[in-house]
């Protein structure tokens, strides 16, 4: 099975800030990874897809990245509702896997 | 609009079965292959079964092989996961989700974009 090893596991920040949420695949994916967000109580949502992708709707302050087999998520300015727990996907080979979340919390 | 409502979850004794169900609307639903991912308390999503579009493709989560089977009424809009041998570790809220496609209808290489709001399954003596 592919791993997904995502970091970090928690990050404190404030609004304003920029973010970055990394997840390494344990074998080649190519470009399939996806990002979601998940408020508490709630079902995911995505964000990302393919990697650099943004879902429509999705504000354009989330963006996504590649290089190799390391993926990145980044929040160019955080808003109040954007401290929530993140999570990587790997849709290239099944068993598909996610990330192990990244929480954000406020500062 | 899309949706999608699932059922069928409770509390169910170790060992014992529950059949969970998935009702679609807005979409032409066998365009798209769907999945179940489910989210123990407290715990991150994990991937345990996809199906596509048609129904002949199926796969499943180590976790979950042998013990679960999905499938899909595409007659009726409905999703299915029958789950047998239950375990105390599968207590979770077990999401249904609708894969992009993107790609074709085997919903390999998808995304999740729309998401059911969860049914709890409780395994518990």
Redesign the interface.
Known sequence: ?TQMTQSPSSLSASAGDRVTITCRASRFIGS?V?W?Q?RPGR????LI??ATSR?SGVPSRFSGSSSGTEFTLTIGSLQPEDFATY?C?Q??S????????TKLEMK | EVQLLESGGGLVQPGGSLRLSCAASGITFSNYAMAWVRQAPGKGLEWISLISGGGAGTYYADSVEDRFTISRDNSKNLLYLHMNSLRVEDTAVYYCAKTTGDYDTSGLYDAFDIWGQGTLVTVSS
């Open positions: 099975d399939y996806n979601y998940q079902a995911p949502r995505l897809y393919a879902q999570y996907q849709s290239y099944t068993p598909q896997t996610f990330g192990q979340g």
